[in-house]
């Protein structure tokens, strides 16, 4: 296939995001699986989407739950085999659905084989698949430079057998592949081309923007907390070698890639995803995460004007770009309650639904986002599981009167919340497993699970189902263009779509209080529809109107 057949189909997909060891356990060893996925397609085909990103599912010592991969061309022992894994695939394109994979490549686990073998001498053919560096100071015990992990330390580990460092972004288990080797690169674009010959439709792609570092790997500007950020994020060989991978593989099938945008902003992101730059197709940005927190972890009051004004920007990427929507995935909080009040789940949850689905891009559900799943409430220091929650923890316990802080953040800002099991049913561990689940089961389960959600006509997953047919094959909504109304209005995010003589008029009301909605004059002789909305008394046509706690609707304004 030629990249002139690429038919970029992504851009009328509708993407759910699977967290596998979290999914469903076919087997009752309380960990998900694959069989577990399969036995739920058709529930997916009946949510209506069209596309899955499986998160890793590759063989794993899961010292970050499958982030850390030992084998790129085998399935977890945990998860099944790869039969099972093409027995999967085979089931999804058979329901119309593609196959999106996690492609972790920044850093591979130090239980990978090249990593075994590279650290085992300094003249190993593996040595330069990683960037090794002698220590500083006197003795040579000091890290080679000030670059901290993501996940807290130093990036560097000290390796013994040949008195060297090594570089590691996130966990010491993660080393850092060393993409300015040319056999790393190879290696990369054989791993993908592998899976694509099994049939996947595309990769969502980990910490891209870290692969290229800057040359003698500098100092970075001093940061406690984040340090080197400047040295390596869209470093300077970052554009050669994703173009190098795209030609090589991406733009050899009728794929689709995601990035993970780590430090791509409005303002950098076209220079990463404009089409005829041939590197990825679109990226997940994280600004609008920020809305509610600070550096990620630290939690602060949800600012929607912030909030408004980065997706709206985003809104506004030239024609040649394209987005990727999404409020939730596996690295987050849950959305309830971080965007509105709990007492208010089903409204809030269909008001963000039909927010971020008229919106130009392409849309993804996190698994359990579609029936509203919510943080977990009083969650508990025993009860981390993730690496970042446990590593933050055990610094707060260094000083003592941090806890409680540590511990406040953590129940807002943990991505324990959004990793626990899928909520299936009423009956024991939420339905998830027969076993003893591998994490808590939040303890709302019994409320709120997808057997419920299936019952009742007015639940959030039937709202999902509904926007998703909405959407599908929607010209307005892949193609208009894109208006924010009433930017400083305190309650409410208003925009306009608007293709030929049609548009949507997106009215969300992100407050617990009712807010006032006066028809613009623009709009006042044009006709006007409901196309949907959150409250079975919105008015069929548009007016002047209150606009009740978190109701969200929609309305098709013509001449
Ligand atoms: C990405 C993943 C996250 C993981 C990290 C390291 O941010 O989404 O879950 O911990 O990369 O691979
Ligand atoms: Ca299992």
Known sequence: MTKDV???WYKDAVFYQIYPRSFCDSNGDGI????GIISKLDYLKDLGITAVWLSPCYKSPNDDNG????????IMDEFGTLDDWKQMIDGMHQRGIKLVMDLVVNHTSDEHEWFKQSRSSKDNPYRDYYIWRPGRGKNGKKPPNNWTS???GSAWEYDETTNEFYLHLFSKKQPDLN???PKVRQEVADICNYWFELGVDGFRCDVITYISKTEGLPDGKFNPI??????????????EYMHELNQRAFSKYDSMTVGEGQGITVSNAESIVAEDREELDCIF????????AFMTVIPKKFNLKKWKSIFSSWQALPDNCWNSLFIENHDYPRSLPRYGK???RKYVAKMLAICINFMKGTPYIYQGQEIGMTNIAGFKPKDYVDIVSKNIYKIAKFFPPLIPVVVWALQKRARDHARVPMQWNAQENAGFTTGTPWMMVNPNYKKINVEESLADEDSILNFYKKINKLRLGNKIIKEGGYTELMHDNKKLFVYTRELDDKKYLVVCNYSSKCATFKIPDEFKELKSNLVISNYPSTPTVLQNTKVLPYEAFVYELTK
């Open 150 to 152: 993501r996940f807290s």
């Open 179 to 181: 993409w300015d080797n």
């Open 226 to 239: 984040i340090c080197g950020d400047e040295k390596f994020v869209i470093g300077p060989h970052y554009h």
């Open 342 to 344: 709990l007492e208010y």
């Open 6 to 8: 690429k038919t970029r």
């Open 285 to 292: 940005t994280f600004e609008h995460q920020e809305a509610d």
């Open 32 to 35: 998900g699986d694959i069989q």
């Open 67 to 74: 982030y850390d991969i030992s084998n790129y061309r085998d």
